[in-house]
């Protein structure tokens, strides 16, 4: 039912689908940037439903607890798990558990928001990149870019070496506007001279 709202709000607000051949990628890392306002979360949901991108994305294992389960599976929520597998071994960090869920699951994409938050940040965080490199899947630059009221998947990488794939990135998502340019910036470590 969500989901459907998402879809209707998607198209009552003239937003358009322009995408990359994703066809036959069955896992990845999906970017959701620029993410600066609390929209971002229904009208990429939409856009991915309608592109046939079945995304989730990853939450505490504690929001999976009533009342909120419902409304976080339906959303395509995944609850993360990183207590140890047996007392006395380390918790796995967030890449660990995240490579996990792709080597249990053989179709899964997952969407992730690099800057970590709707304020300015001018430091991306670096995890969804691990992620990908050691489970072996692309990383799909999805956008949302108000100006043109345009949403999809813009590019694919598959992980080479960090410095060049975060140049990538931050080249492809220099021209984009999000709907809060003020809170939106590139990772300044990588962003072009």
């Known amino acids: 039912m969500i989901r459907w709202i998402f879809k209707l709000i998607f198209k009552l607000l003239g937003w358009k ?3 990359e051949a994703i066809t036959g990628i069955k896992q990845s890392i ?3 940037a620029p993410h600066t306002a609390n929209m971002d979360l229904p009208i990429a949901k939409a856009a991915f439903d309608l592109m046939g991108l079945p995304l989730r994305f990853t939450v505490k294992q504690e ?3 009533f009342p909120f389960k419902g409304i976080m599976t339906e959303l395509g929520g995944i609850a993360i798990d990183r207590s140890p597998k ?3 071994e380390p918790r796995p960090s967030m890449v ?3 490579v996990n869920l792709f080597k249990e699951n053989p179709e899964l994409h997952v969407m992730v928001t690099p800057e970590g938050t709707r304020s300015l940040r001018t430091e991306w965080k670096t995890g969804f990149w691990y992620t990908a490199k050691q489970a072996n899947v692309p990383i799909l630059l999805g956008y ?3 100006k043109n009221k345009i949403a999809g998947i813009g590019k694919i990488i598959y992980p080479t070496d960090l410095e060049t794939d975060m140049r990538t990135m931050m080249e492809f998502y220099k021209d984009i506007t999000p709907c809060h340019p003020e809170k939106f910036s590139l990772d ?3 962003a072009p001279k």
């Open 17 to 19: 689908l322009k995408t």
């Open 144 to 146: 949302l870019d108000y």
């Open 63 to 65: 929001w999976f607890r």
């Open 96 to 98: 660990e558990a995240m």
């Open 30 to 32: 999906t970017i959701a």
């Open 188 to 190: 300044h470590r990588y």
């Open 86 to 88: 047996k007392p006395g």
